[in-house]
């Protein structure tokens, strides 16, 4: 499930596959062990809006923003397959800190292969061996002739992430990532901090995005649509928006990323006391939205 809002539940032939709390982020249930080859099966989806103090609310005073609001889709994967890919841009060292979690503990030939699809690697396949066991992996790779993304020129190196067993490949994701570096530093002369792009001085010209519709509320009527949404913000001069309290659609996030946008979001509020339940429920959306 891309999001759904807000307790979601599902059984498959009358069998539950599990239950989720939190209504902006991404997650899932393993149906493997109750798949009957050859057989018409029946999947329910129950969700659950019914108000607490501590849930996080957002948008929904603006109208019904609840239920299944992004994409659900059936996966088929194998074994041992990609559960996370994590880049972290060092522009100062030119290299990035990659980051892989697999979904299960690597054998002794468990090999990650890297693969850069654009960009000016001498050599653009980088391999990682994974020891016995792990289900983590971190690595470098220096950078040359680095690109940097910015709000002008947003250039993105495009990679290939392959998880080999014995040579032979049992998993594959295509993904990205921007050499780019957002600080603060103080204006010179000053003792003002000041956002900084790439170690630059970046006046930051945004608006409050509602990212919020008549029709389908939290739900965009198609990607064009989205994309719209960015270059309109460019043209008329800004350089970031401010998400307003929901957590955004991954394929709005991307065209924000690919066309030269920054971003700030917001995690959606609740109405009640700072209980701990409130503290779960933010630190789910909060940690997913991340």
């Not at 032939?13 to 050859?38: H, R, V």
């Not at 609840?66 to 059936?74: A, D, M, R």
């Amino acid at each position: 499930f891309g999001a759904s809002d807000w307790i979601t539940t599902a059984w498959l032939d009358g069998q539950i596959l599990g239950t989720f709390q939190g209504g902006y982020t991404p997650f899932e249930f393993d149906i493997t062990a109750f798949i009957k080859k050859s057989q018409k099966q029946q999947l329910v989806v129950r969700v659950d809006d019914m108000p607490f103090p501590y849930k996080l609310e957002g948008k929904q005073g603006y109208g019904q923003a609840k239920g299944i609001w992004q994409t659900v889709y059936l996966d088929a994967r194998g074994q041992c397959f990609i559960r996370s890919i994590h880049f972290t841009p060092d522009i100062d060292q030119q290299k990035v800190i990659v980051k892989v979690t697999t979904s299960q503990a690597a054998s002794a030939n468990t090999t990650l292969k890297l693969k850069f699809l654009n960009g000016d690697q001498t050599n653009p396949e980088v391999m990682q061996k994974f020891k016995k066991g792990q289900t983590e992996i971190s690595f470098q790779v220096q950078l040359e002739k680095m690109k940097l993304w910015d709000l002008d020129n947003p250039f993105l190196y495009e990679v290939e992430a392959l998880v080999l067993e014995q040579d032979t490949e049992i998993d594959c994701i295509k993904s990205y990532f921007g050499m780019r570096k957002i600080s603060v530093m103080p204006l010179p002369g000053t003792n003002f901090p000041y956002i900084s792009l790439n170690n630059k001085h970046l006046y930051l010209q945004m608006c409050l995005d509602q990212s919020y519709h008549p029709d389908g509320f939290y739900t965009f009527p198609s990607d064009e649509f989205m994309k719209e949404e960015i270059l309109c913000s460019k043209r008329i001069g800004l350089n970031a928006n401010r998400i307003h309290i929901k957590v955004e659609i991954p394929r709005k996030l991307y065209w924000a990323d690919k066309l030269g946008l920054l971003i700030m979001a917001d995690v959606p509020n609740f109405w009640g006391e700072p209980t701990s339940e409130a503290q779960k429920e933010y630190l789910v959306a909060m940690n997913g939205m991340i």
